[in-house]
C-alpha cells in the first residue's frame, strides 16, 4: 500500500506529535467509528528515541491508511467475498480481538452479566417463532436462533453489541454485503462465549480458553469488486447470443451449473487463470476422466470465457491457458479385430432375429452378417 508521508515533529511540551487529515468522503463513517472526524493524531513521549518515534509513525500512519481504504471500499461496493467457512474463520479473528480489548482490565462481573442477559433476553428472545412459544420444551438448545428470518432481524444488534465495524476497519478488510451477513452470523454464534469469557475474567478467572482453537485458519484476498456477470449469467447469455445445438446445451449445462455452485462467492470476471486451473485439475476423479475433463468441461468452459472476453462481459478468459494432460490408453490386446469366439458370439446373437419386423431389429439381424462378408468386422 503507497502510503502519503506523514510529517513527525516535536511539541511544545517536548513529545513527539504527528496529525493526518481524514478524507471528506470517509469522514462521517470514521468519525462514527473512531469518535475523529477532521484529523487523526498521533502523540508519544519526549523521552522516545527518535528512531523508535519514527518505526511508531510508519505503523500509525499504515492503521490509518488501511481504516481509511477499508471505509472507502465498503462505501463503493467493492470488497472481500467469504465462503461460510472463510467467514468462520474471520469471526475467530474477531473473538481474540474482542477478547484483547478488554482482557487486561475486564472491570466489574455486572458489566457483562448484563450484556450477555440483554444478548439472550431483548435481543435473540423477541424473535422466537410461535412454534417454540407454543411448545418450548420441544427445542431446549434454541436452535430457532439459527434460522435465516431470526438471523437477519437480529443482525444489525449482533454487529453493534460485538463491534463488528470497528474490529472489520482495524483489520483493513472490507467485505461484500453477502460476506458481511455471513460473518455477523458467526459473531452471532459465538458472541455469547466471548461475554461469558469476560465475565469470568472479571470474576478473576483467568484460566485457559479453547475457544480460538476451535477456528479454522483465516485466508484473506485483496478487496475485489463482485460486480458483474455470474458463471451461470455468462452461459445463458452464450446461449442466448450464439443458439448451440441443443444437444450441446445439454451436455455443458451440467459445467455451468457445478462452476456456478464453486465459484458462488463471485462473478465470473474474477476468476482467476490459477483459479481456473485448479479447478479443472479437481475435476478429474475416478467417476470423471481426464479425456472428459478435457473434451467436455474444459472445452465448454474455454469456448464460453472466450466468448464473453470477446464481447467485452470479462476482461480475459482464464481458462485459455489451461491444459488437461490425458494417459495414453493401454492397449490390452494385439489388432482391434475380433477374434474367432466374439465374432462366432455376435453372428450368433444376429441369428436369434428369425423374423425381424422393425428397422433396429433388421439392423441387428443383418448389419452384422453384412460386416462379416465385406471384411469390415476386421476393423471393429
Known sequence: MALRMVGLIRAKGGGW?????????????????????????????????????????????AEIETRIAALRAQKNGEGQPLTKLNAVALAGRWYSWFIEQHEDDPGLPKRWSEMGEHLVWNVLRPEAPEEYERNPKADPGWEWVREPEVREAVRPQVAEMARTASFLANAGIALTPPAHALFVDAVGNNLYPAIS?????????????????????????????????????????????????????????????QMQKDFADRAANGITEDDARAWVTGLVSEERTAYTVREVWLSSSRRVFGWASQHKHISKNPFAEV?????????????????????????????AYRDPKTPRERARRWVPWLCAYSGRARAR
Open 17 to 61: 506529535f504527528a496529525r493526518k487529515g481524514v478524507p471528506a468522503d470517509v469522514r462521517d463513517a470514521y468519525e462514527r467509528l473512531y469518535g475523529v472526524r477532521w484529523e487523526a493524531q498521533l502523540k508519544l513521549p519526549g523521552n522516545t528515541p527518535k528512531h523508535e518515534a519514527k518505526k511508531q509513525l510508519a505503523e500509525w500512519a
Open 197 to 257: 469469557l469476560l465475565e469470568r475474567r472479571a470474576r478473576g478467572d483467568y484460566s485457559p480458553d479453547t475457544t480460538p482453537e476451535t477456528f479454522p485458519p483465516f485466508v484473506q484476498g485483496a478487496p475485489q469488486r463482485v460486480t458483474g456477470l455470474s458463471c451461470w449469467q455468462l452461459f445463458e447469455g452464450f446461449v442466448r447470443a450464439t443458439q448451440p445445438a441443443p444437444t450441446t446445451v445439454s451436455r455443458w449445462r451440467a459445467v455451468f451449473l
Open 323 to 351: 491444459r488437461v494432460d490425458v494417459p495414453r490408453k493401454i492397449r490390452t490386446r494385439e489388432t482391434k479385430a475380433f477374434r474367432p469366439e466374439e465374432a462366432q458370439l455376435i453372428l450368433r446373437a444376429a441369428l
